[in-house]
């Protein structure tokens, strides 16, 4: 299975596990749940050189390619957006750059995210993925996306 078809397949996944709940409070909580279950973040890499701006709470990303697929670590100090990363780590974590690059977070849409998260939660999200894309260009020797 391609890396694209990797990543379709496992946000269909998430689209189907959020379908399952009745209620935003049980989706509140079982993205809690995925937050509590995210690995913490080296305290090392918990510094401003890692940090994510447009976040309202803190959050440090960090990646390095293994073997031409690029692997994310993050963190949160809220554990709403420790369960948002993980989401993001699903999709996006140890896949290749020109993948990562060529999804968008449409999928986030789906899950109707931006309408029952805060404004600030939901800059803060876009910003994770923003940080994701510039991982991979990065890592992959692409050209900076100009503003």
Request: charged share 25%; proline share 4%.
């Amino acid at each position: 299975m391609s890396d694209l078809a990797a990543i379709e397949d496992e946000k269909q996944k998430i689209v189907d596990e959020f379908a399952l709940f009745d209620s935003w409070l049980e989706r509140y909580e079982y993205i809690i749940e995925l937050g509590r279950k995210l690995p913490d973040i080296a305290p090392e890499k918990r510094i401003p050189q890692y940090r994510v701006a447009g976040c309202q709470s803190q959050v440090w990303f960090d990646a390095r390619c293994e073997d031409g697929r690029i692997v994310y670590e993050a963190d949160s100090d809220a554990m709403i957006v420790r369960g948002l990363i993980a989401l993001l780590l699903r999709v996006y974590s140890g896949r290749a750059p020109d993948a990562i690059l060529a999804t968008s977070p449409q999928f986030l849409a789906k899950l109707e995210l931006g309408s029952h998260l805060s404004g600030s939660r939901a800059n803060g999200l876009a910003a994770m993925v923003k940080r994701i894309h510039e991982y991979a260009r990065a890592l992959s020797g692409a050209p900076a996306a100009s503003a």
